[in-house]
């Protein structure tokens, strides 16, 4: 495993960084679906060679005389748990998804057990911080940069504090460089950035919009650096924007795609479909290196109510759409299955679309409650959570609630029939055709 080694000084120790993440799902019929359909398959290759911008972020601000260590293992098993008991760290640092919170949780239990002191953080601890601290030696609310120095100062000391909670949200000018060489030689088909933190709009469904704290955006002088930190790792790199909503902000976008073009990266990233009616985004968006955007475009069940500010007859939404894609910048769909309204028709209504929608590529999750949402805390004031499906099967791919006009069992087989339709090898070859065609004219028009 990578380390960077500093130097020994007065107070250190060594910090190991393990970040579970990876494509996850509950049911096995998924699990196939999603390792063997074209295009699927492909995302979730991607999502999970993701480094993790988090861990990498705080160990690109632990201090001089601390060592770093970091790993993102598939899976935990007890190989790693040995390896990190060899390495005697002064502390191991976990981070976990919803969905990999329960294995972040025996994975902390396995080293206490060896005498190994562990801190978990992230978007579940945060949400959930008593739970978390039945697992771990301390938890780490919101922003980690605000609370790391003191985390690290009190395990040198052997005193930690069982939560660790800022007293105010980070300051993104403050943002220190991730340390990405400690990814070591392992090819990365994407590497990490972040422009900005939150989301303006805070969907009900959304956790990221609001647990972290407030939106703030991240000077362009510190997107600079970072970027040119990634292209030191290679030359011309692929880099996804760890955004929840690019190019929607007080900032100026074209001091934004001006910093992006000048750095020479391509890059994917996720906004929502009214950059498609902002001339001064769409004329330099390709020639920024923009591969491919992300817009949710979310349900076509007839009572969902989760697009709020962006809501807007849906043949509006297809035409900002086109404007993306004949801008050189292929498209992503994104749609939401279970809805509160959605029934038979409406699940096919989404297969029927999504199948002949001129769109480069779709992406089909389900509605799920994550904790720390108000779709959450609704469901389970409804008493609608369902009791015998824990956080590993929050993975966006499998039903977690009871649906209000179809049974568990029939959304499950909806979704997993509209999974099957929508990724079968004649519409996922003439998405590719698209997104070919997209992208030949982006070469004509640079």
């Given at each position: 495993m990578p380390h960077s080694r500093a130097g020994q000084?007065?107070?250190g120790g060594h910090v190991a960084l393990v970040a579970?993440?990876?494509?996850?799902?509950?049911?096995?019929e998924m699990l196939e679906l999603g390792m063997t359909l074209p295009g699927l398959h492909?995302?979730?290759q991607a999502l999970a060679a993701l480094p993790s911008l988090g861990v990498l972020t705080l160990a690109g601000m632990t201090p001089p005389g601390w060592t770093v260590s970091y790993r993102d293992p598939a899976r935990v098993d007890d190989a790693l748990v040995a390896s990190l008991v060899a390495e005697r760290p002064t502390i191991v640092g976990v981070s976990a998804l919803t969905a990999s919170i329960e294995e972040a949780y025996s994975f902390?239990?396995?080293l206490r057990r060896e005498g190994v002191r562990t801190v978990i953080g992230g978007l579940h601890a945060t949400a959930c911080p008593d739970e978390a601290a039945r697992h771990a030696d301390a938890v780490v609310i919101g922003d980690g940069e605000s609370t790391w120095h003191d985390v690290l100062a009190d395990a040198a000391a052997g005193d930690l504090r069982r939560v660790y909670r800022p007293s105010q949200a980070f300051d993104l000018a403050r943002a220190p460089l991730p340390r990405f060489v400690l990814l070591g030689d392992r090819e990365r088909p994407r590497f990490t950035v972040q422009t900005a933190r939150g989301c303006p709009l805070a969907c009900d469904f959304c956790g990221a919009s609001r647990l972290l704290g407030p939106y703030r955006e991240k000077p362009v002088e510190r997107i600079e650096a970072e970027l040119d930190a990634v292209r030191a790792m290679r030359r011309r790199p692929i880099v996804e924007l760890a955004d929840d909503n690019s190019f929607l902000s007080r900032r100026s976008a074209p001091d934004l795609l001006g910093v992006l073009e000048r750095s020479g990266v391509r890059y994917f990233t996720e906004s929502d479909w009214r950059i498609g009616e902002r001339p001064e985004v769409l004329e330099r968006l390709a020639a920024s290196g923009c591969v491919q955007v992300l817009v949710g475009m979310e349900s076509f069940a007839p009572g969902y109510a989760g697009m709020g500010a962006k809501a807007a007859p849906r043949q509006r939404v297809m035409d900002a759409a086109a404007r993306i894609q004949e801008a050189g910048v292929a498209v992503i769909g994104c749609f939401i299955v279970g809805g509160d309204g959605e029934d038979h028709e409406s699940i096919q209504a989404l297969i029927d679309f999504a199948i002949d929608a001129p769109l480069a590529d779709v992406q089909l999750t389900l509605r799920t409650p994550f904790p720390g949402t108000a779709l959450h805390r609704r469901l389970a004031s409804?008493?609608?959570?369902?009791?015998?499906r824990g956080w590993s099967a929050y993975t966006l791919f499998d039903t977690t609630f009871v649906p209000d006009r179809l049974s568990v069992e029939q959304l499950d087989q909806g979704f997993h029939h509209a999974v099957r339709c929508v990724f079968a090898e004649g519409p996922a070859a003439r998405r590719a055709a698209i997104r070919h065609e997209?992208?030949?004219r982006r070469c004509r028009m640079t």
């Open positions: 000084a007065s107070g579970l993440s990876g494509f996850r799902a509950r049911e096995a492909d995302r979730a902390c239990d396995s409804q008493g609608r959570l369902l009791p015998d997209i992208w030949e």
